[in-house]
């Protein structure tokens, strides 16, 4: 049974580039949430979705940042144009209701 | 606002026990969990406590004071692969798991 699947693990992109981030839930999770982690600093809540919904995005930055879960395919967390400050890992987690997260191993966004 | 504090580092020997402590402040309370996230990987679940006393679970175990806004995580018989990040994340009477993560403890195990 797979866990959390993110792609890419890493990803470089320059300033003013789209970076896009995939994630698969695990089997039988209808419940994706996505996270950013920066150096020296906690997971920071970004968006909570379920299947073709957003349900709580109170912690995505309002411009430039759009996140989508399909009826079929992975999540993706899309950033558009890019700046130094997006650096960071993202992870994105999954659960079956109101159960525990289980976590993907991240993707690290370098922006140079 | 929310607030949740622990120590940045901890070093412990091989073989000792070790407690990581964590405070919060929030409003709606509903349940703490703790994560160990070794560095590069994924955070994976240790405890989760809702309701006040201690949860054991082998090595583990995880404390929680709801009046003093409060919970330690215990690990005895401490191994070399213990060395991890331990986060301790606060859920809010939300409904779903939008968790408020500390910085985590980075826990050094020494031989």
């Known amino acids: 049974n797979a866990g959390v699947m993110q792609n890419p693990r890493h990803l470089v992109r320059r300033r003013g580039q789209e970076a896009r981030l995939r994630c698969s839930p695990m089997?039988?999770?209808?419940?994706v949430y996505w996270y950013r982690q920066l150096p020296e600093e906690g997971l920071k809540f970004m968006v909570y979705?379920?299947?073709?919904?957003?349900?709580?995005e109170s912690g995505m930055p309002k411009e430039r940042f759009s996140a989508e879960f399909p009826k079929e395919g992975p999540s993706i967390l899309r950033i558009q144009q890019v700046v130094r400050g997006d650096s960071a890992a993202y992870f994105c987690?999954?659960?079956?209701?109101?159960?525990?997260?289980?976590f993907g191993s991240g993707t690290q966004l370098s922006v140079l | 606002g929310q607030n949740i504090d622990q120590p940045t580092e901890m070093t412990a020997t091989e073989g000792a026990i070790v407690q990581i402590n964590c405070t919060y402040q929030?409003?709606?309370?509903?349940?703490l969990f703790w994560y160990q996230q070794h560095a590069g990987e994924a955070p994976t679940f240790l405890s989760y406590?809702?309701?006040?006393g201690l949860e054991e679970k082998g090595r583990f175990s995880s404390f929680l004071s709801r009046s003093k806004g409060y919970s330690y995580l215990l690990l005895k018989e401490l191994q070399m692969k213990d060395s991890a990040s331990y986060l301790c994340?606060?859920?809010?009477?939300?409904?779903?798991?939008?968790?408020?993560f500390g910085t985590g403890t980075r826990l050094l195990v020494s031989p």
């Open positions: 979705l379920q299947k073709e919904n957003i349900i709580d």
């Open positions: 987690a999954s659960s079956q209701g109101n159960e525990k997260l289980f």
């Open positions: 406590n809702v309701l006040d």
């Open positions: 929030t409003s709606g309370f509903n349940g």
């Open positions: 994340a606060v859920r809010r009477n939300t409904g779903f798991q939008k968790l408020v």
């Open positions: 089997k039988g999770h209808s419940h």
